[in-house]
């Protein structure tokens, strides 16, 4: 029963047809001409292959299919398990300044997702009693209570907690419970 609970989405393929190929080759060949011209830069270049990504349903390890079967297709004989191993060597061994592993395909989602992410500071709490236990988010005036049973307020260090924190925070506090959640895992 646990097993029905994993979503593997290794299992869920985007089948290319050539259509599909060529309207991105087009795509591809429209943008880039822009770009030998001079009426459009490599920041808007990626700006516009990432909005075409979102229009077309288009994950990025897709869009790295879709650009092998467009070298494929101009005869570009390139071995791809090659190309593979080598982008797989570089996720792991890539280091920022400070020393710091970067994550390549994290970089990707974020910058997929730019003008949806809002990057904030927030606040976490954990709490374990006989009443209780469950997690609590502080995100300025809100708090988001996770439980895997039903919150339970007439907890008294629960209520600590809250009053505490509408004291550090101007104005009312917006209080969302999430009760009885379940936890999936995604491989």
Not at 63 to 80: H, N, R, V
Not at 146 to 166: H, P, W
């Amino acid at each position: 029963m646990a097993d029905e609970k994993i979503i593997n989405f290794d299992k869920l393929q985007e089948k290319w047809d050539e259509q599909e190929i060529e309207k991105f080759e087009g795509f591809l060949n429209s943008k880039m001409d822009l770009v030998f011209r001079g009426q459009l830069t490599m920041a808007e270049f990626s700006k516009s292959m990432r909005d075409y990504q979102r229009e077309n349903n288009i994950s990025n390890d897709k869009l790295i299919e879709l650009q092998k079967k467009i070298l494929s297709k101009m005869g570009i004989d390139l071995d791809l398990n090659e190309i593979d191993k080598e982008i797989e060597r570089l996720e792991e061994t890539m280091k920022s300044e400070d020393g710091k592993s970067i994550n390549i395909r994290k970089m990707a989602f974020f910058d997929y997702y730019s003008d949806r992410i809002e990057n904030k500071e927030i606040a976490q709490i954990k709490l374990e009693n006989s009443k209780n236990n469950l997690s609590m988010i502080f995100d300025s005036n809100q708090i988001i209570v996770f439980s895997e049973k039903q919150v339970d307020f007439s907890d008294d260090e629960l209520n600590e907690i809250i009053a505490g924190y509408k004291e550090s925070v101007e104005g009312s506090l917006k209080i969302t419970t999430c009760e009885a959640t379940k936890i999936y895992e995604y491989h």
